[in-house]
């Protein structure tokens, strides 16, 4: 496992405060935080997706789960607050507050994210599979979809072109429910963009 994996890894496990991540763009924040889920899999650790907005609990819940909260801004004064809030939390943010905080947290630049997505595909899910490594590097939010049917036929594995406009669609619906994490949350849309996704990816996967 690489040295960003691993930063986050530890910062998973151990005590510190903030990790600070550098997403780049919405795509690369979106495997950032597929990474991050992926590898609090195995903990006792609760990854909660929030926003500036709400009130937040930082306590643990009835089974003293742990918390660590997902945030994404871009707005310095806001970030620098988040940040020295008494929770464990990860801030999504750009190059320029990267640059101006990464003295101050833990951090994570995501602009070495293929070798991230390598790091994760190869030593945490032990595939090794250049086309699809390939495809993701081009296409980092679509991991999770290219890793399922990687596992789901692994020798008979491919990049269908023809899929490309469906998933073209799916990364649109994809970053509409990114923005909306991103801004104050309201549930009733989040749930239809999810439901969306769900029921575009079942009747696209008929016509493959």
């Known amino acids: 496992m690489n040295e960003n994996l691993q930063t986050i890894q530890e910062f998973l496990l151990k005590s510190g405060k903030t990790l600070l991540i550098n997403q780049v763009n919405d795509e690369v924040g979106l495997f950032y935080e597929f990474a991050i889920k992926e590898l609090s899999r195995k903990t006792d650790i609760d990854i909660i997706n929030n926003n500036i907005f709400e009130k937040n609990d930082f306590s643990n819940d009835l089974f003293e789960n742990k918390k660590i909260y997902l945030y994404f801004s871009t707005n310095s004064k806001l970030l620098e607050r988040i940040a020295n809030e008494s929770s464990k939390k990860i801030i999504f943010t750009d190059y320029k507050n990267y640059k101006k905080f990464k003295h101050n947290y833990d951090t ?52 269908d072109t023809p899929i490309n406009n469906t998933n073209n669609f799916i990364l649109e619906i994809r970053k509409n429910i990114f923005n909306i994490k991103k801004t104050r949350i309201n549930i009733k849309d989040l749930y239809l963009e999810l439901k969306y996704e769900a029921q575009y990816k079942k009747f696209s996967f008929l016509t493959l």
Do not use: W
């Open 108 to 159: 994570v630049n995501g602009y070495d994210f293929e070798k991230d997505l390598y790091s994760l595909i190869d030593t945490h899910f032990n595939v090794n599979n250049g086309e699809l490594f390939n495809y993701c590097v081009g296409q980092p939010c679509f991991i999770y979809s290219e890793l399922t049917k990687f596992n789901v036929n692994n020798e008979k594995y491919t990049i």
